[in-house]
């Protein structure tokens, strides 16, 4: 069963982001954002109960979320952000 996730990235300049991590095959493509009138981009992921490792691409940058809850080595990147889910 999954839950709705929000998920807010504030980078007004940015000309893209997209939400990449374990719960997509850390796809570049599968799931870009979208750019708020405020300059925050926003994207909301159906994820499962557990724990679940992400980045965001910021112009094809990876980038570690500032607000999430810690961070974890993985293969391909050298940290990503963690997001539990319950």
């Known amino acids: ?3 709705p996730i ?8 940015a000309r893209s ?9 850390w796809n570049p493509n599968s799931l870009p954002m979208q750019r708020r009138v405020d300059g925050w981009w926003s994207i ?4 499962t109960h557990g724990h679940h490792q992400y980045l965001f691409l910021v112009d094809g940058t990876p980038t ?6 810690g961070t974890v080595q993985v293969d391909g990147y050298s940290k990503a952000s963690l997001i539990a889910v319950s």
């Open 17 to 25: 982001v997209s939400l990449i991590g374990d719960f997509n095959g």
């Open 6 to 13: 929000n998920f807010y990235y504030a980078r007004p300049d």
């Open 1 to 3: 069963m999954s839950k």
């Open 64 to 69: 570690l979320d500032p607000r999430s809850a």
């Open 44 to 47: 909301q992921v159906p994820l």
